[in-house]
């Protein structure tokens, strides 16, 4: 499928990579681009080929945001009805395969809540996060106000929320929302590089520990602790299990065949 505002392409026939291009605009974040971006996660899901998903920008910009141009002379009638934002920035939440973030340069805003969409961050030491949209008079309308602070604290996720002030990458790493910083010319290779390590384990195992890690977010802990009990119960209904186990008993290399 051609896109006019991502890029696609896959690495090691196994990493679904998407980089968003709007270069003019700093990648910021229009709906005909996040239709796109949508439609290509799921198409990489729906790929019995890919086991992970990096999802990148540009060096100066992961993305600046919702699109302000656009924004500007909406009503309260269009983004209502017109379901703004649920209607495809929350296809993200049903992709089931892990997705990277890479960022570097600008990731403010809808920038910023797009990375947290995503399973985790790593960041080039050029990122700057933060959440300014209290500058237009509006405030974070992408989970920004309910996925920083359960990564950053109340504190910081106030901080930035209410006074718009960006904070860059080793501040964000500190604050827990950032999982790696490396050095800006080494941000594809390492993200490719954790994403192809995912790819070689067993799917069943992979998509298993996303979904208990998102369960975090959405229940209370004896909940929580409870499915992921039945999950990892289950996995030991899988071949991988048997093969990942009996390659460390025999100390060879696992051969996960995602069943
Ligand atoms: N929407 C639309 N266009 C944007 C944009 C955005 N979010 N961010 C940048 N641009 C455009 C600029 O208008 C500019 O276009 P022109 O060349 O046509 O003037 C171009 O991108 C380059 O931007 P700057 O000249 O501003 O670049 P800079 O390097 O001086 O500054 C920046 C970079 C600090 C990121 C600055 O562009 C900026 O502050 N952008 C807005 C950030 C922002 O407020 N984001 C939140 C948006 S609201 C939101 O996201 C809501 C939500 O929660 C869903």
Known sequence: MAYEFIQVRTEGGKVG????????????????????????????????????????????????????????????????????????????RTIRKPVIAAVSGFAPGGGCELAMMCDFIIAADNAKFGQPEIKLGIIPGAGGTQRLPRAVGKAKAMDLALTGRMMDATEAERAGLVSRIVPLDKLMDEALGAALMICDYSQLAVLAAKESINRAFESGLADGVMFERRLFHALFATADQKEGMDAFVNKRKAQFKHQ
């Open 17 to 92: 990579v998407i980089t968003l291009n709007r270069p003019k605009q700093l990648n910021a974040l229009n709906n005909e681009l996040m239709d796109e971006l949508g439609a290509a996660m799921k198409a990489f899901d729906a790929d019995a080929a890919i086991g992970c998903m990096v999802l990148t920008g540009s060096e100066k910009a992961f993305a600046a945001g919702a699109d302000i141009g656009a924004m500007a002379s909406y009503t309260f009638a269009d983004v209502y009805k017109g379901d703004y934002i649920t209607r495809n920035w929350e296809t993200i």
